[in-house]
């Protein structure tokens, strides 16, 4: 004689394997966004119904003389799985054993008549107290493993939000100290600081050249001596093509030769300063003495913009 009993518990023993195999992915991905701690509630809820089904198949396949193997073995693969979802590999392996055994349904050895009055499994005690016992690990399994996982999220929402509004506030504020910088108007004697990157203007001299270097009718040659300081922490290029010389607006390059020795043979060439290095020399550039000079200093290259000081 069949049972249907075990018939529906092997189904649903096939659907216990594939949530089982589900769930690595699922746990592992919430071990992941959490830091470890999982919840997989659904999970255990159907291992422990997977118990409780095993059981009554249990009942039925002994008051019908038939192989306890598959029952026995589906509540043991889904006790352990509802215990912990590590232990998710051996219960498929144990499910998938029973789940033969359940459809086969060989008679048990030394097989006796079958009973002619089968007591309803809702009317046997024991049972009842196994649904209680599974009713109650799972509850506090899903109960804990979902706290946990909720105090880790709620834990590392209020870090990454808390996090988020510092690093806000920080990138806020140095945006508005760049923009502070990056908008001043300089003068000769005065430093600009962008970023730990210090440039300082430190004298300006007017020369009219030599017989083989002229600058143009009405110009003269302008000798720029400036500081560039690096205090960004890091090394840090330096380029004299990063300044220009604006005569009423009209920007040129700073690459003149005066035939000055004093400010020819100290030019400020391209290099790289180590943290805490500075170098001094001459930007030199031609200009009309009377036109509004500035020095334009520009910051990033992928940036147009320019901080200005006064010449005179």
Do not use: R
Not at 33 to 56: E, H, M
């Amino acid at each position: 004689m069949k049972s249907k009993m075990n018939i529906w518990t092997a189904a649903f023993n096939i659907f216990n394997c594939l949530m089982l195999f589900i769930s690595w992915f699922v746990v592992i991905a919430q071990a992941i966004a959490n830091n470890g701690n999982t919840s997989g509630g659904f999970f255990y809820l159907v291992t422990w119904i997977g118990v409780i089904l095993n059981t009554i198949s249990l009942y039925y396949a002994k008051q019908l003389n038939i192989s306890i193997v598959g029952p026995v073995l589906g509540i043991i693969g889904s006790t352990i799985s509802g215990l912990s979802m590590i232990f998710a590999f051996p219960s498929i392996v144990l499910l998938i054993i029973s789940i033969v055994f359940e459809f086969l349904q060989k008679p048990a050895k030394n097989a006796s008549e079958v009973n002619d009055v089968i007591i309803p499994w809702y009317k046997v005690w024991w049972i009842w107290v196994v649904v209680a016992v599974s009713l109650i690990l799972s509850i506090a399994i899903i109960s804990t493993t979902s706290s946990n996982g909720s105090k880790s999220s709620s834990s590392d929402s209020n870090v990454s939000t808390t996090q988020g509004k510092a690093k806000s506030s920080q990138d806020s504020d140095s945006k508005s100290s760049d923009d502070s910088v990056l908008n001043k108007q300089y003068k000769v004697g005065e430093t600009i600081n962008y970023k730990g990157y210090k440039v300082t203007v430190n004298d300006i001299k007017y020369d009219d050249g030599d017989d083989i270097n002229t600058p143009k009718s009405g110009n003269k040659y302008v000798a720029i001596n400036v500081t560039i300081q690096n205090d960004t922490g890091d090394k840090q290029d330096y380029n004299p093509y990063d300044f220009k010389l604006s005569a009423d607006g009209n920007g040129t390059d700073l690459d003149e030769t005066t035939g000055n020795d004093t400010y020819d043979n100290n030019t400020i060439d391209s290099g790289t300063l180590d943290e805490g290095s500075k170098v001094t020399g001459y930007l030199i550039g031609q200009a009309n003495p009377n036109a509004k000079l500035k020095l334009e200093y520009q910051p990033n290259f992928f940036d147009n913009h320019t901080v200005d000081i006064d010449l005179n």
